[in-house]
């Protein structure tokens, strides 16, 4: 092997005091100016690797969600086409579409921030200095999946990208299943997780590979479907070759990965993702540990 059980255990470590410092400084700098905009009109809350506990040393950001509570969008993918019918009739626009939303999330931004701010494809970002980290900043709207047309069953957010993609998330069950999932793997799932950015951003910094091959979200899923039979407490040597060995085998037989929501597919129409990236990416992993 080319790394040892102590470098493993190092990976694993969560961000330092000081980089959870810079994270809270522009969460709150961040949070301060959309609600001189928005008021209470929208909610604010975190997603991504800060927010689930898997964010690594020395590349920590911040994803920064602020939904728009007063209107929503629907995912009808649970009702048949009569019952979607009845339920658009139910519903009307609210006259406030997602580019006028976007657009003054960015204005809201640039009176505080100026130049710092970058309007990017899938949100807006606030470049960090030398007191905060770097933030994206995600407007979007509620979106609302009914089961039928008396309940809902889950709530998610939904937004496009700059060029037009719709993209739909469940941040809030992505963090809870997360939790159960480290909390049933003697905590060696984020553990995991840590340990495979790690080694993703030492093969880009190499490039070996490229740093759109596999995202922190992507590895999230990814290592959320491994059984959890496959942690093994105390070692984490043996932990991460089950893991890599596991999505191996199941990316060569196309097996369909949830999203750690467990309310999406991994691998579907909606994502560029493919079976193959995943493959290469643990082919990758596996070679740089040096099992």
Known sequence: MNITENQLIAWSRPVSDSEDAMCQRAITQITEALRAKFGTKVSIFLQGSYRNNTNVRKNSDVDIVMRFDDAFYSDLVRLNAADAAIYNARHTDYGYNFTQLKNDTEQALRIVFG?????????????????????????????????????????????????????????????????????????????????????NNRLIDDNKISDKLASSFFIECLVYNVPDHYFINGNYTQTLRNVISKIYEDMQANANYKE????????????????????????????????
């Not at 079976?275 to 540990?289: G, I």
Request: hydrophobic residues 30%.
């Open 115 to 199: 130049d710092d701010v970058k309007r990017k494809n899938k949100c807006i970002e606030v470049r960090g200095n030398t007191y905060r980290v770097t933030a994206d900043v995600i407007p979007c709207f509620t979106l609302r999946r009914p089961a039928n047309l008396e309940r809902i069953e889950a709530e998610g957010i939904k937004f496009y990208s700059e060029t037009n993609q719709e993209i739909i998330s469940f941040p809030n069950q992505h963090y809870e299943n997360g939790t159960s999932k480290t909390n049933n793997t003697y905590r060696l799932y984020k553990r995991m997780v840590r340990i495979l950015k790690v080694i």
């Open 260 to 291: 750690v929501s467990c309310l999406l597919w991994l691998f579907d129409s909606r994502s560029p993702r493919t079976h193959k990236d995943a493959l290469d990416f643990m082919q990758h992993c596996w070679n740089f540990v040096g099992y």
